[in-house]
């Protein structure tokens, strides 16, 4: 039996997890910040450090007590290094410093984004690789071909804002809460759309061509706002939720098209925050059986967003591969691995 830990401080969720041979969770344990941000409408990047700090080694020490495990036990210790917020990236780096110093247990640093990727394997056996990986959150909306563990290729990626910050942009204009994700899939999911009715919202990117994959939501946040303005009387808030999520969504699927039938790869994993939304993953279910490609995506949506047991999840691998690096690894911003190292 292999246990490792995984230490997640990338954005706003601190997170600590233990993990059993890559597959199995033993214990995992999230601080999200929301209620803190949400004033603000987005991740204050100072306020995010500080209560990472703040936390984490709360964090540490009932995520032990409930595997009832000693440090003694533990062959590895796995902490995301890249990409994120460096000042709160820092503060998950040094406790992974101070447990690999004090007990003697080796570190592997963990790229944020391919962990998301590999969560599914606490649910399924990972399937062959290459897959594609599309990843939908509040701060990347890209599909890459993932050939093995530690090498991904971008094939697609967004021009401007994710679909996670979309969603966050087009709550603020209609005002609703932050973050917002669920709000706006509660909204679009209370609408009944009258028979004949045409989206007041434009496709996007329509004038790409079948072998251009992209994304670009800023645009479709512009379209709400102008919509919004050209109404006179109440605005139709359900309405608008609808056609917005429906929009957003169709330009996921029609990309995720062009990428099989460019690659010819047809394995999907989806993963990412945005993979929470019940409209979504029913969307790519469809999609994959009638264009028959297998799709994996996190069944539990505690492993869509940012939690630690994804980076033990993967840092496992890593570990097997005596993947290991010092005390002295840096952390960053950028999300190519070989920028940092």
């Not at 406790?95 to 399924?124: D, F, K, M, Q």
């Not at 399937?127 to 599309?134: E, I, K, N, S, Y």
């Not at 973050?179 to 004949?196: Q, W």
């Not at 379209?223 to 609808?242: D, F, N, R, W």
Request: aromatic letters at 10%; a neutral charge.
């Amino acid at each position: 039996m292999v246990y490792g830990i995984g230490i997640e401080s990338s954005c706003d969720e601190t997170s600590i997890a233990i993990v059993k041979d890559g597959k199995e969770l033993v214990s995992l344990k999230v601080y999200s910040q929301i209620e803190t941000h949400s004033p603000y409408r987005g991740v204050v990047p100072e306020i995010a450090s500080r209560a990472h700090l703040e936390k984490i080694n709360s964090l540490l020490s009932v995520c032990m007590e409930e595997a009832n495990l000693k440090f003694s036990d533990l062959q590895y210790v796995a902490v995301t290094g890249y990409p994120g917020l460096v000042g709160s990236l820092m503060i998950g780096a040094q406790l992974a410093r101070c447990i690999s110093l004090v007990h003697s247990i080796p570190i592997v640093l963990v790229n944020h984004l391919e962990a998301h990727l590999t969560v599914i394997g606490l649910e399924n056996d990972l399937p062959a690789f290459p897959w594609l990986g599309v990843l939908l959150s509040g701060g990347n909306t890209s599909i890459y071909i993932y050939k093995g563990f530690g090498h991904l290729e971008l094939l697609a990626d967004t021009r401007d804002d994710s679909l996670g910050e979309a969603f966050d942009k087009v709550s603020a204009i209609l005002g609703l809460p932050y973050p917002g994700g669920p709000i706006i899939e509660k909204m679009a999911s209370s609408y009944e759309i009258p028979k004949g009715e045409k989206s007041p919202l434009p496709k996007l990117l329509k004038e790409d061509t079948p072998d251009t994959i992209r994304f670009s939501y800023s645009g479709l946040k512009t379209a709400v706002l102008y919509y919004l303005k050209s109404l006179t009387g109440t605005a139709p808030i359900e309405k608008i939720a609808y056609y917005f999520q429906k929009t957003a969504f169709e330009l996921v699927v029609r990309n995720i098209t062009k990428a099989i039938e460019k690659t010819q790869i047809k394995t999907v994993v989806a993963a990412g925050g945005v993979l929470a939304n019940e409209t979504l993953r029913s969307t790519l279910q469809l999609e994959a059986q009638n264009r028959a490609f297998r799709l994996y995506y996190p069944q539990k949506k505690i492993y869509c967003t940012d939690n630690g047991a994804m980076v033990a999840c993967l840092g496992y691998h890593f570990w097997k591969e005596k993947k290991f690096v010092g005390l002295d690894f840096k952390v960053s911003p950028k999300r190519n691995f070989e920028q940092i190292l």
